[in-house]
């Protein structure tokens, strides 16, 4: 009896075995990660479950109708959309600005994008920390400059009025950066041909970016935009280090309360509940993005 079919067999298991144990240490990793912290988060969205207690008490929907009668948290989530809506839009308009005017050619561009994409490479934490001090009322360079142009600075950490801005501000300045860089390489990748045809038909500056330009970016602006509203949405650290969610609760976006929830009162089941409505409402504003950034924009 010829050994060759089984050979054939057993080869031609072993080729198909080969990928799955190099992707499974990978798959196991992003299962304990990812998948089982994820679902076992939903279970707890159906429980009471405080830290020190022996086991979860399943108590049905309770947890996401208090979602609805928690003032904090419906405070927490107009805040979280504010932030999130301002910082966008200003980061946008200022990286847009920033990569039309680096795009051309001028001496030290590359000096200059060096120099522009340092604060991405400081850690939101030290961010925050470096920020609460420059905000300091007295000794603070924000308020010295503006001191020095005939303004009285506030008190940007300690007003509820200015907290929110100051927090927006930080922002602004670490992450318009990622926005310049992402835009800058598209507009390098874009192909030469429609602005060297609009050109020769006499288009202004204006009707080239407004006719060609725009358009084709459009890919890449929706890419950038989804991922920093992803993030804004979800921001934790600049909160935490430069306002504590306060004067009061001037700051408290939804990922700083949910935090509160979970590890100061150690609600648990509670705190998994915000959490998916976090995940709920980053669908969402990703949904309305799509839906904004697909149908035909006019400037």
Same mark, same amino acid.
């Given at each position: 009896?010829?050994?060759?079919?089984?050979?054939?067999?057993?080869?031609?298991?072993?080729?198909?075995?080969? @990928?799955?144990?190099?992707?499974?240490?990978?798959?196991? &990793?992003?299962?304990?990660?990812?998948?089982?912290?994820?679902?076992?988060?939903?279970?707890?969205?159906?429980?009471?479950? *405080?830290?020190?207690?022996?086991?979860?008490?399943?108590?049905?929907?309770?947890?996401?109708?208090?979602?609805?009668?928690? *003032?904090? $948290?419906?405070?927490? %989530?107009?805040?979280?959309? +504010?932030?999130?809506?301002?910082?966008?839009?200003?980061?946008?308009?200022?990286?847009?600005?920033?990569?039309?005017?680096?795009?051309?050619?001028?001496?030290?561009?590359?000096?200059?994008?060096?120099?522009?994409?340092?604060?991405?490479?400081?850690?939101?934490?030290?961010?925050?920390?470096?920020?609460?001090?420059?905000?300091? @009322?007295?000794?603070?360079?924000?308020?010295?400059? $503006?001191?020095?142009?005939?303004?009285?600075?506030?008190?940007? %950490?300690?007003?509820?009025?200015? +907290?929110?801005?100051?927090?927006?501000?930080?922002?602004?300045?670490?992450?318009?950066?990622?926005?310049?860089?992402?835009?800058?390489?598209?507009?390098?990748?874009?192909?030469?041909?429609?602005?060297?045809?609009?050109?020769?038909?006499?288009?202004?500056?204006?009707?080239?970016?407004?006719?060609?330009?725009?358009? %084709? $970016?459009?890919? &890449?602006?929706? &890419?950038?935009? $989804?991922?920093?509203?992803?993030?804004?949405?979800?921001?934790?650290?600049? &909160?935490?280090?430069? *306002?504590?969610?306060?004067?009061?609760? +001037?700051?408290?976006?939804?990922?700083?309360?949910?935090?509160?929830?979970?590890?100061?009162?150690?609600?648990?089941?509670?705190?998994?509940?915000?959490?998916?409505?976090?995940?709920?409402?980053?669908?969402?504003?990703?949904?309305?993005?799509?839906?904004?950034?697909?149908?035909?924009?006019?400037?």
């Amino acid at each position: 009896m010829s050994l060759a079919p089984v050979k054939e067999k057993i080869i031609s298991i072993q080729k198909r075995s080969i @990928p799955i144990l190099f992707i499974a240490p990978t798959l196991i &990793v992003i299962f304990f990660v990812i998948i089982y912290p994820l679902f076992y988060s939903f279970f707890l969205t159906f429980h009471k479950f *405080t830290i020190g207690m022996d086991s979860p008490r399943y108590i049905g929907l309770r947890n996401y109708v208090s979602l609805f009668s928690d *003032t904090r $948290l419906l405070h927490s %989530l107009y805040l979280s959309i +504010a932030f999130t809506c301002i910082a966008l839009v200003l980061e946008f308009l200022i990286g847009l600005g920033l990569a039309l005017l680096v795009d051309k050619a001028i001496r030290g561009r590359s000096m200059i994008i060096s120099i522009l994409i340092i604060p991405m490479g400081v850690m939101p934490v030290v961010i925050g920390l470096v920020w609460r001090m420059l905000y300091h @009322p007295s000794y603070g360079v924000v308020n010295h400059v $503006l001191t020095t142009l005939g303004f009285k600075g506030p008190q940007w %950490l300690a007003s509820t009025g200015w +907290a929110l801005p100051a927090l927006i501000i930080s922002d602004i300045w670490q992450w318009t950066p990622y926005i310049f860089l992402v835009i800058l390489a598209g507009l390098q990748s874009l192909p030469k041909e429609p602005f060297e045809a609009a050109k020769i038909d006499g288009a202004s500056s204006w009707q080239m970016f407004h006719q060609v330009c725009f358009p %084709l $970016l459009r890919p &890449v602006i929706l &890419v950038v935009l $989804l991922l920093r509203a992803m993030d804004l949405i979800k921001e934790f650290d600049k &909160v935490y280090t430069l *306002t504590g969610g306060g004067p009061g609760s +001037a700051t408290e976006i939804m990922s700083y309360y949910v935090y509160k929830i979970g590890f100061k009162y150690f609600k648990m089941g509670y705190g998994a509940t915000c959490s998916f409505l976090i995940l709920l409402v980053i669908a969402a504003l990703s949904f309305i993005l799509i839906k904004i950034w697909s149908s035909k924009v006019e400037l």
